[in-house]
């Protein structure tokens, strides 16, 4: 029931890490999207703030019908950082795998699909560096690739601290986990 800008919030969709996800209704264009907060505990953090922006950096960087539409990046009247994105019906590749095991059509459906948004992102030369059942919404028309909040430019003004280990360790290719360079 809260309005931000002209976006009014109807529910949470989920979170983590760098930010909460919420559905809302665009007031002035009349559809639906998903509006992603940097967390509060961010909200001062310069490096926290680039790393959001280059999250809308990245995924809007690239058009591409698996890749998750970018609208704008915004900021509240107390200076919290949100992207705005296209809303998705469906469910994440993770909520669907918990139901059990997919049918083998099914399961290259969708690899095939995230592997064509991922071919367009690196074309681009962007390198999501987060891809797991979590980031991935199932819908209708095919599967969304989500969360571009890890995700890097080629030669582009590095944010992460060369070295660390950044994703999620079960998802994370071998590079990630020894600290090198992902691409």
């Not at 931000?4 to 930010?19: D, F």
Request: hydrophobic share 40%.
């Amino acid at each position: 029931g809260i309005t931000v800008s002209q976006y009014e919030i109807v529910a949470k969709l989920g979170g983590g890490g760098m930010g909460v996800v919420y559905k809302a209704r665009d007031i002035k264009l009349g559809r639906w999207v998903a509006l992603k907060f940097l967390p509060h505990q961010w909200s001062h953090d310069e490096g926290a703030k680039q790393r959001f922006v280059r999250e809308a950096q990245a995924a809007s960087a690239t058009n591409h019908r698996n890749i998750c539409i970018i609208h704008n990046i915004e900021e509240t009247a107390d200076g919290r950082l949100f992207i705005v994105m296209a809303y998705y019906e469906g469910e994440t590749l993770k909520q669907k795998l918990e139901r059990g095991p997919l049918p083998i059509q099914d399961a290259m459906e969708i690899a095939s699909e995230i592997a064509e948004g991922l071919a367009k992102a690196h074309a681009q030369g962007v390198v999501h560096r987060d891809v797991k059942p979590g980031n991935l919404l199932v819908t209708d028309d095919g599967v969304k690739i989500l969360d571009f909040g890890l995700a890097k430019f080629a030669d582009a003004l590095q944010l992460t601290v060369p070295g660390s280990t950044i994703g999620t360790v079960a998802y994370m290719s071998p590079e990630q986990a020894r600290g090198e360079e992902a691409d």
